[in-house]
């Protein structure tokens, strides 16, 4: 009998051991239930690619390790980790950590570290504790310390119903946590609100250059920059309640960021792909001063014959076969005498006539359909003849600026020296080529980038300049508008191509996600090259740099020394001639031969 009591007291405890895990585990499937709904809405308002659950490593009772989701992938670490979660996952991603008072540091450090570049990232505290206000001052602490932006505190309080509260994260002007009073709006939104503002937050700005600089006003006061494009950081921080401090080296060593956009090392562009735009991409190249000269090679780009050659052939083909067709059919109807040779339609004077707009003979008893033709030719050659006089007109009154030099090799034959800044010299020396200033430029000078400008806009010709290719469009309607471009480049005298450029912000910068969107607007709607004019005019005043806009700049008056390839042109065509009167003598005695040959 005690036998059986002791069978029936082991099952008993054996039940109860197996049931403890259903019994917890229906304690925490309300929270579960709760985190699902939550993903869900955060979902909703933006994608999520992957879930990262972050949790203590001698955390036991974490419920996050017993969540699951079909739909979205889960990585689940402990602070023990060491990678990178830029390296291998999308940026479109959510965080959750299962926190506690006693792991409140070493989990946010840790968590830090593998968000390296995703730190602005959506980020959920998930605690079964009641928050103190000592704990909420120390995760935002931390929060501001590691440029957390987008964080949420979900206090489950240790309820088995899941009577939870939130406590959302406002980062600026300083980090504070303010609960959710009414928890049916985190279905409106559960990070902070959209309309981003960073209500007067200072940030620490650097002039890359500051020899020459222009006062903007700002939201609180003046601020000097030192090209259009860092017009950009003006307008951002107007748009977003920014407050620019200039960086003083004497007082600290940090800056959040440098104007003047900087090129971006191949080492570099992982980390900063989300920030860098296609519309930022700029070439280096070096401009170097424009010819006088019109050589016959430029005066046939110019005219671009070949396109019109390709219009003319078919019709004067096609116009020479029609009316030698109709000549020999109508002069054996009327039984007359016609003699068609195989150069007669190699030059059909006519036709050149008619195409050119010029008048030209009718030939003796022409019949209708041949009238016909000459009509229809005669139509096309006005309209043509008209269209090519004025690109004739427009290339030999107003040509186009060609370069002196053309190519690397041209230019170190010139003797010219090149101009460049000492950051554009460092790059290409540290991240292109540490020998191409020895062997491709080897004559070249360092001066100061306001220095270059002034050498630029002062139509000063003796030198070369290496600059970027998004600022040479404005330098060039400038120098149009003071009567003269005297500089031009070529696709040969490109140093590196398209590549991307971008502020220097801080690892982990606050600014780099707003700023990226701000720039993609900006440059979508054309406003940089308008501030560039203006700077660059600006400039002008301020070193008073002549201004020639009054000056004629119509149609530039002929010279002979410009029309040297029309002589070229004289030469070929008296060559042809003679070959042609070579091949007539050729023919004429090939006929005579055939004539005197005697019969078989």
């Not at 933006?46 to 879930?51: L, M, N, P």
């Not at 088995?160 to 504070?176: D, I, N």
């Not at 309209?383 to 004025?390: A, D, G, K, Q, V």
Request: charged content about 20%; hydrophobic content about 45%; aromatic content about 10%.
């Amino acid at each position: 009998m005690s036998q059986s009591k002791m069978k029936k007291a082991i099952q008993m405890f054996l039940i109860i051991i197996l049931s403890l895990p259903l019994m917890s585990g229906s304690e925490q499937e309300p929270q579960l239930r709760i985190l699902n709904k939550l993903v869900k809405i955060i979902e909703s308002q933006e994608v999520i690619e992957t879930v990262i659950t972050f949790q203590h490593h001698q955390d036991k009772n974490c419920t996050l390790k017993d969540w699951n989701s079909r739909e979205i992938p889960i990585l689940r670490t402990t602070e023990l980790s060491s990678f990178e979660v830029r390296r291998f996952l999308s940026k479109y991603m959510l965080a959750l950590v299962c926190i506690d008072g006693d792991f409140d540091n070493t989990l946010l450090n840790a968590l830090a570290k593998i968000l390296a570049n995703l730190r602005q990232q959506r980020i959920i505290l998930w605690t079964q504790r009641k928050p103190t206000k000592k704990f909420l001052a120390d995760i935002s602490e931390q929060a501001s310390k590691f440029r957390f932006l987008q964080l949420l505190v979900v206090s489950m309080g240790h309820h088995s119903k899941g009577v939870l509260s939130f406590y959302r994260l406002h980062p600026f002007p300083s980090a504070r946590f303010i609960k959710v009073k009414n928890n049916l709006t985190i279905k409106s939104h559960v990070f902070p609100d959209p309309i981003f503002n960073y209500k007067g937050l200072s940030a620490i700005v650097k002039i890359y250059h500051s020899d020459f600089t222009v006062p903007i006003k700002t939201n609180t006061g003046f601020f000097p920059i030192a090209s259009g494009e860092d017009m950009e950081i003006v307008e951002f921080s107007r748009r977003y309640n920014l407050d620019l401090k200039l960086y003083n080296e004497n007082v600290s060593d940090h800056f959040d960021i440098q104007l003047t956009p900087r090129f971006i090392r191949e080492d570099d562009i992982l980390a900063q792909s989300d920030f860098v735009k296609a519309t930022s991409a700029a070439s280096l190249l070096v401009v170097v001063p424009c010819s006088n000269d019109r050589s016959l090679k430029d005066f046939l780009r110019n005219l671009d014959l070949q396109t019109w050659l390709l219009y003319l052939l078919p019709v004067y083909g096609t116009f020479v076969v029609v009316e030698s067709l109709v000549l020999v059919m109508t002069y054996r109807m009327t039984g007359q005498t016609f003699r068609l040779t195989n150069l007669n339609p190699l030059l059909n004077l006519r036709a050149f006539r008619a195409i050119l707009g010029l008048p030209f003979p009718e030939l003796h008893r022409t019949s209708l359909s041949l009238r016909q033709l000459s009509l229809a030719i005669t139509i096309f050659g006005f309209i043509f003849s008209n269209c090519f006089s004025c690109k004739l007109s427009a290339i030999l009154t107003k040509p186009l600026p060609r370069p002196q030099v053309t190519n690397f090799e041209e230019l170190r034959a010139s003797g010219l020296t090149t101009i460049t800044d000492l950051y554009a010299h460092s790059f290409i020396e540290n991240n292109i080529d540490p020998k191409f200033f020895n062997q491709v430029i080897p004559k070249f000078l360092i001066i100061k980038p306001v220095d270059r400008i002034k050498f630029i806009l002062s139509l000063n010709d003796s030198y070369s300049y290496i600059i970027y290719s998004k600022n040479w469009p404005y330098y060039q309607k400038v120098l149009g508008s003071m009567g003269k471009i005297n500089h031009c480049t070529s696709k040969d005298l490109i140093i590196v191509p398209n590549l991307p450029r971008m502020y220097v912000l801080q690892s982990n910068s606050i600014f780099k996600r707003m700023l990226s969107i701000f720039l993609a607007y900006v440059q979508e709607a054309g406003l940089t090259p308008y501030w560039n004019r203006g700077i660059l005019q600006v400039l002008m005043r301020t070193l008073k740099l002549k201004d020639e806009r009054n000056m004629v700049t119509g149609p530039n008056p002929l010279t002979l020394q410009q029309l040297k390839y029309l002589w070229h042109l004289l030469a070929i065509g008296y060559g042809i001639a003679i070959a042609a009167f070579l091949v007539e003598i050729f023919l004429r005695k090939l006929r005579a031969v055939r004539r005197q040959e005697p019969p078989v």
